[in-house]
Antibody, heavy 120, light 107 residues
Framework: QVQLVESGGGVVQPGGSLRLSCAASRFTFSSYGMHWVRQAPGKGLEWVAFIRYDGSNKYYADSVKGRFTISRDNSRNTLYLQMNSLRAEDTAVYYC?????????????WGQGTLVTVSS | EIVLTQSPATLSLSPGERATLSCRASQSVSIYLAWYQQKPGQAPRLLIYDASNRATGIPARFSGSGSGTDFTLTISSLEPEDFAVYYCQQRGNWPITFGQGTRLEIK
């Protein structure tokens, strides 16, 4: 069964930085596009960023463009999200999710999420 | 950005009843729409993709329909485990967007 395990969340002050990781296993990580999706406490889902299977293309939500960077290391089966200039409105559970084999930009497997809290 | 509007916000039904959830897009997304189920404290689960295709392992009581701007998720006969929040999501245009969710609660 596909496994995605996020880490790196925590409490950070406004303007600070954090790097999230997502360790992937039990599938061929290097063959799939990957995403970050977040959910503010008690709110709905918001897509954050996408990276193509080989890292050649990346897309971002306008709300994080210029502040967040998605990357991947296929040799380590790991997805990353570098988050800079954090704001209170970035407070959320951050999920990593993978593309399904039959399409791109749906999410067929999700991690359990890691909580990021931006607060002074 | 394509805005997805889900209705109703909350749906109160009893087990065994039929549930019909709606998702309307602000512009055409063709068939590129998915539905997810989310229970408290859990990650979302993919139910339907490309408007009408059930994802792996999803029971046949879940079905999706629609194209263009109007989509429907139908649960033919509600089981106790179906009470949750449901989200639609489009991949027709960047950025990917989600609807605000429909809460399906036990009446």
């Amino acid at each position: 069964q596909v496994q995605l395990v996020e880490s790196g969340g925590g409490v950070v002050q406004p303007g600070g930085s954090l790097r999230l990781s997502c360790a992937a296993s039990r599938f061929t990580f290097s063959s799939y596009g990957m995403h970050w999706v977040r959910q503010a406490p008690g709110k709905g889902l918001e897509w954050v960023a996408f990276i193509r299977y080989d890292g050649s293309n990346k897309y971002y939500a306008d709300s994080v463009k210029g502040r967040f960077t998605i990357s991947r290391d296929n040799s380590r089966n790991t997805l990353y999200l570098q988050m800079n200039s954090l704001r209170a409105e970035d407070t959320a559970v951050y999920y990593c999710a993978k593309d399904p084999p039959y399409s791109s930009s749906y999410f067929d497997y999700w991690g359990q999420g890691t909580l990021v809290t931006v607060s002074s | 950005e394509i805005v997805l509007t889900q209705s109703p916000a909350t749906l109160s039904l009893s087990p065994g009843e039929r549930a019909t959830l709606s998702c309307r897009a602000s512009q055409s997304v063709s068939i590129y729409l998915a539905w997810y189920q989310q229970k408290p404290g859990q990650a979302p689960r993919l139910l339907i993709y490309d408007a009408s295709n059930r994802a792996t392992g999803i029971p046949a009581r879940f079905s999706g329909s629609g194209s263009g701007t109007d989509f429907t998720l139908t649960i033919s006969s509600l089981e106790p485990e179906d009470f949750a929040v449901y989200y639609c999501q489009q991949r027709g245009n960047w950025p990917i967007t989600f609807g605000q969710g429909t809460r399906l609660e036990i009446k």
